[in-house]
């Protein structure tokens, strides 16, 4: 009998306790941040002119109008001017006949060829758009290029000159993208167009400077992807009407203007990627509606102000890949309240580990005491680094605790071991007293 309860007890002690087993719930996968917006800004869009009242009337489009437009290989019905083709046309309200006012002309086929007889027909465009059709270009005839308040080119004309474009000279609002220019620099362009109010000259092969003199009535300006140096003009900033300003991926130099601050309608400014130096300048806290910062990829340097924490328009923020130093600035609260955040790969910036969450993806390191950047240990560097695509990551759980001690089943087995021996032995001597 005592043998029995011996064999039964020991089998009994030997299965797993229950209470030491552990379930180890999957980590929380990372929030996805907003993606940043891409490196060019958006080109500005092209106004488009209303049809009449008279669009519904029975009124054909000019028959010489008509001939140029097949002429130009664009797909017409008896009447370009319907409603059905106001995508690509638009025309007036003129009797007998009606002429066009807008045209779009978009993936061109390889027989597509501008003649100045089809152009001379069309001298009563106002916007003209040439999308996709990498043709030939030929000069305007005077009338046209007099009458024309907006012209875009993207990825279309082989090639352009600023000479070409200069005589150009009434439009309002001008867009040429991912098109080879010739010339000296945007001068030739902006001191002969003299209304100018949006201008976009972008991934264009540009060459030379940055303009020394800008008419103040514009309020857009897109020379972004170009091959521009030199500094950034101090008369620039005199433009009270610039709401959107992008002058990345250049090789500009300097710092950035004192004076940057005048540009009081400014909200959204790209000067990211080029070779800027010095500091940001404190005239930047004037700008109450600003929207999207980028000075990333640069050499600028000193500490990040804190008045950019005050800024509370503010969305998009990237300092990344510069030189800055010291503590960062910026609170939980600030961080949350962005969209887009990128401060990595500046070496000597840290952050208040005890005001900010360690879970937070800044790529860069703590402070010591000292307000320098701690070197991270090696098991989290991973964490440390900012290798993600995530701009930042913020989360409301509570920070996890590690054990440094031996673990639980470990310990649980020992236990169990331990038990065992000190029943079997009770058991011996159990067996003996009975007999």
């Not at 009563?124 to 009338?143: G, H, M, N, V, Y």
């Amino acid at each position: 009998m005592a043998a029995r309860l011996l064999l039964s007890l020991t089998l009994l002690l030997l299965l797993p306790p229950p209470t030491l087993s552990a379930t180890i719930a999957p980590a929380k996968p990372p929030s996805a941040a907003p993606k940043p917006p891409h490196s060019s800004a958006p080109t500005a869009p092209s106004p488009k002119s209303s049809p009449s009242p008279a669009a519904i009337s029975s009124s054909t489009l000019d028959p010489k109008q008509l001939r140029a437009l097949q002429s130009l290989s664009i797909p017409t019905s008896k009447d370009p001017c319907s409603p059905l083709h106001n995508s690509t046309t638009v025309c007036d309200g003129a009797t007998p006949f009606r002429h066009l006012v807008s045209l779009k002309i978009a993936n061109c086929s390889d027989d597509v060829a501008l003649s100045l007889t089809a152009l001379k027909s069309l001298s009563t465009l106002k916007d003209l758009e040439f999308l996709d059709c990498p043709i030939s270009p030929i000069r305007f005839p005077a009338e046209l290029a007099a009458n024309l308040r907006s012209f875009t080119a993207v990825n279309s004309l082989k090639k352009l000159t600023g000479v070409w474009l200069s005589r150009l000279q009434n439009l309002t609002d001008l867009t040429v993208s991912h098109v080879s220019i010739t010339a000296s620099g945007p001068s030739i362009i902006l001191n002969s167009i003299k209304n100018l109010r949006t201008v976009t000259v972008s991934h264009a092969n540009l060459t030379g400077f940055l303009p020394k003199h800008w008419h103040p009535n514009l309020s857009y300006v897109d020379l972004s992807g170009n091959k521009l140096k030199g500094k950034i003009p101090p008369m620039l900033t005199e433009l009270e009407n610039l709401v959107f300003l992008n002058l990345s991926s250049n090789s500009l130099n300097g710092s950035i203007p004192t004076t940057f601050g005048d540009l009081t309608s400014l909200k959204n400014v790209s000067l990211s990627s080029n070779s800027l130096s010095g500091p940001i300048p404190d005239s930047l806290a004037a700008i109450p509606e600003l929207i999207h910062l980028d000075l990333g990829s640069n050499q600028l340097n000193g500490t990040i102000p804190k008045f950019i924490s005050d800024m509370k328009a503010l969305k998009y923020l990237n300092l990344e890949k510069n030189n800055f130093k010291g503590v960062l600035p910026f609170n939980a609260s600030f961080i949350k309240k962005l969209a887009v955040l990128k401060i990595g790969e500046n070496s000597n910036l840290c952050y208040n580990h005890s005001t900010l969450s360690s879970k937070l993806k800044l790529g860069i390191a703590p402070c010591d005491k000292h307000g320098l950047p701690m070197s991270p240990p090696a098991s989290s560097g991973a964490i440390a680094s900012d290798s993600s695509d995530e701009d930042y990551e913020d989360d409301d759980d509570e920070p996890r605790h590690h054990s440094h001690g031996p673990s639980k089943v470990v310990l649980g087995i020992a236990i169990t071991l331990s038990l065992i021996v000190f029943l079997i032995i009770f058991l011996v001597l159990l067996s003996k007293c009975c007999k």
